[in-house]
């Protein structure tokens, strides 16, 4: 057969053999509902406390690229602009209301940089992993860049959702993304995916929804929250009805391209990934590698090897975890990537088995 029709027949059969490997990882409705039934509890006894205190989600629970048995992550918001709260002694009064009311296993972090309550549940048959959740005080920016993402999938959830979640178990799977040990956290590599389907691609196959305007004259193009603009376009009605992709790749060229791209063709040395505005400079941004600003140590050095800007907190680096080393091994994963899916073009599923491994 000829070596085009086989590479075809590749690039099908990748897509759909993605499909069904994203497919049995996606939480099911029972641990959804379970999750909701924990969040409203834990808010009721919050509100004892303070009863303009509401308790959301963000992050995967809410984003749609959760995992099967992911942590929780939620936040704390005082809606009473007279109550007089101070997060590190919030999180330690909650940790003791927590402790009397309730079976989790609890563990306040309230004089972290940023404070937060973790609370643990042992696992039972309705939810055998048990679970593991994060509360933080106030944190506004992380409801707005998770309804960020949330309606960047919404667009094309065949595509985007099957990207973003592939390469989330992957990147575990593969032990890089681990921001506590040098390497990604999940965020960073769901902005790297976002990043390239939205300025790399051409055709795009996303809008960039931090660039296109209001089309109600009463809109307002710049929403200011804690001094950051988190405006973007979420209508997602008209982005239905006026937005379509000319790009019709299928998920799987559009995987091996991703690993591609990030294998041979991103500058990593000077380049700063924006989904905001596309690609800047580390110069540009003031995020240069080995300025040695007197005193500061190695880690502190370190920590602009990988640059990708936060959507909307422009001054900050994502991917400051990521060290020397960190990247060294995130740059091979992707070319081992690449090797995988261009030079064994014979069994997709295989290729995706071995690429996890
Ligand atoms: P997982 O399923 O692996 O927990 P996740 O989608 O919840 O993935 P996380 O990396 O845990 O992703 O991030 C959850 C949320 O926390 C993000 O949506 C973001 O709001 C915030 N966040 C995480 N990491 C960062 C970071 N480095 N900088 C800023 N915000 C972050
Ligand atoms: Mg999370």
């Given at each position: 057969?000829?070596?085009?029709?086989?590479?075809?027949?590749?690039?099908?059969?990748?897509?759909?053999?993605?499909?069904?490997?994203?497919?049995?990882?996606?939480?099911?409705?029972?641990?959804?509902?379970?999750?909701?039934?924990?969040?409203?509890?834990?808010?009721?006894?919050?509100?004892?406390?303070?009863?303009s205190a509401r308790?959301?989600?963000?992050?995967?629970?809410?984003?749609?690229?959760?995992?099967?048995?992911?942590?929780?992550?939620?936040?704390?918001?005082?809606?009473?602009?007279?109550?007089?709260?101070?997060?590190?002694?919030?999180?330690?009064?909650?940790?003791?209301?927590?402790?009397?009311?309730?079976?989790?296993?609890?563990?306040?972090?309230?004089?972290?940089?940023?404070?937060?309550?973790?609370?643990?549940?042992?696992?039972?048959?309705?939810?055998?992993?048990?679970?593991?959740?994060?509360?933080?005080?106030?944190?506004?920016?992380?409801?707005?860049?998770?309804r960020l993402l949330?309606?960047?999938?919404?667009?094309?959830?065949?595509?985007?959702?099957?990207?973003?979640?592939?390469?989330?178990?992957?990147?575990?799977?593969?032990?890089?993304?681990?921001?506590?040990?040098?390497?990604?956290?999940?965020?960073?590599?769901?902005?790297?995916?976002?990043?390239?389907?939205?300025?790399?691609?051409?055709?795009?196959?996303?809008?960039?929804?931090?660039?296109?305007?209001?089309?109600?004259?009463?809109?307002?193009?710049?929403?200011?929250?804690?001094?950051?603009?988190?405006?973007?376009?979420?209508?997602?009605?008209?982005?239905?009805?006026?937005?379509?992709?000319?790009?019709?790749?299928?998920?799987?060229?559009?995987?091996?391209?991703?690993?591609?791209?990030?294998?041979?063709?991103?500058?990593?040395?000077?380049?700063?990934?924006?989904?905001?505005?596309?690609?800047?400079?580390?110069?540009?941004?003031?995020?240069?590698?080995?300025?040695?600003?007197?005193?500061?140590?190695?880690?502190?050095?370190?920590?602009?090897?990988?640059?990708?800007?936060?959507?909307?907190?422009?001054?900050?680096?994502?991917?400051?975890?990521?060290?020397?080393?960190?990247?060294?091994?995130?740059?091979?994963?992707?070319?081992?990537?690449?090797?995988?899916?261009?030079?064994?073009?014979?069994?997709?599923?295989?290729?995706?088995?071995?690429?996890?491994?």
């Amino acid at each position: 057969m000829h070596p085009g029709v086989l590479h075809r027949r590749f690039l099908n059969d990748l897509s759909t053999s993605l499909f069904s490997f994203v497919l049995p990882l996606l939480p099911t409705s029972e641990e959804l509902n379970v999750k909701e039934e924990v969040r409203g509890l834990i808010e009721k006894l919050i509100k004892t406390l303070e009863p303009s205190a509401r308790l959301l989600s963000f992050g995967s629970s809410c984003n749609s690229f959760g995992l099967r048995n992911s942590d929780m992550d939620l936040v704390v918001l005082i809606d009473d602009p007279n109550a007089t709260i101070e997060p590190g002694n919030f999180v330690e009064s909650m940790a003791t209301l927590l402790e009397r009311e309730t079976n989790f296993n609890v563990k306040p972090l309230p004089r972290a940089r940023i404070p937060i309550l973790k609370l643990e549940l042992a696992p039972s048959p309705a939810l055998p992993f048990g679970i593991a959740c994060d509360i933080g005080i106030e944190n506004r920016l992380a409801i707005e860049n998770t309804r960020l993402l949330l309606t960047y999938a919404t667009i094309d959830p065949a595509r985007v959702r099957t990207l973003v979640l592939f390469l989330k178990v992957w990147s575990k799977r593969r032990r890089i993304n681990s921001p506590y040990r040098g390497t990604l956290s999940s965020y960073g590599f769901t902005l790297m995916v976002l990043y390239f389907l939205v300025h790399v691609k051409q055709p795009p196959v996303l809008p960039n929804l931090q660039r296109i305007m209001p089309m109600r004259p009463m809109e307002e193009e710049e929403v200011m929250l804690e001094g950051k603009n988190v405006y973007f376009f979420d209508d997602v009605e008209t982005l239905r009805r006026e937005w379509s992709s000319v790009n019709f790749e299928s998920v799987g060229e559009l995987l091996i391209d991703f690993f591609r791209f990030f294998s041979h063709d991103f500058q990593f040395n000077n380049s700063v990934l924006s989904l905001r505005a596309g690609q800047l400079t580390k110069e540009s941004k003031g995020w240069v590698n080995d300025i040695d600003v007197g005193g500061l140590n190695e880690m502190a050095r370190d920590r602009n090897r990988l640059c990708i800007e936060d959507p909307f907190e422009i001054t900050y680096n994502v991917a400051r975890t990521v060290t020397k080393d960190g990247l060294y091994t995130i740059r091979g994963e992707f070319m081992r990537a690449t090797r995988i899916l261009t030079q064994r073009p014979d069994r997709a599923v295989l290729a995706l088995a071995e690429l996890c491994r």
